[in-house]
């Protein structure tokens, strides 16, 4: 069982930047996959970007390429997600997920490969 916790959302203005963070617990957060979802209002969810076990691979959606960057801090088991350059339309619910199945070669974009979820948090950028 792995709990997830996500803090960090807000509203800020367009070209602002924010950082979300996601606290895990339960089991080795050294060991699995972590990605961010987002799910705007009448949308479905969708991928923003993973990070394999130990960081040195990461993969984003093209939307946020360029903009978003993935980390994670195994010692704090946490995962963050640094928002820059944000867009009204990066306005949406952030979700972090664990995968507990991946690898750094097969880690997805699909929301089906993830096991466990957290609550969201809520990100709302003005323009």
């Known amino acids: 069982q792995v709990q997830l916790v996500e803090s960090g959302g807000g509203l800020v203005q367009a070209g602002d930047s924010l950082t979300l963070s996601c606290a895990a617990s339960g089991r080795t957060f050294s060991s699995y996959v972590m990605g961010w979802f987002r799910q705007a209002p009448g949308k479905e969810r969708e991928f923003v970007a993973a990070?394999?076990?130990?960081?040195?691979?990461?993969i984003y959606a093209d939307s946020v390429k360029g903009r978003f960057t993935i980390s994670r801090a195994n010692a704090k088991n946490t995962v963050y997600l640094r928002m820059n350059s944000l867009k009204p339309e990066d306005t949406a619910v952030y979700y972090c997920?664990?995968?507990?199945?991946?690898?750094?070669?097969?880690?997805?974009?699909?929301?089906?490969?993830?096991?466990?979820w957290g609550q969201g948090t809520q990100v709302a950028v003005s323009s």
């Open positions: 990070i394999s076990w130990g960081g040195s691979r990461t």
């Open positions: 997920a664990a995968d507990l199945t991946s690898s750094y070669a097969t880690m997805s974009r699909d929301l089906t490969e993830y096991d466990y």
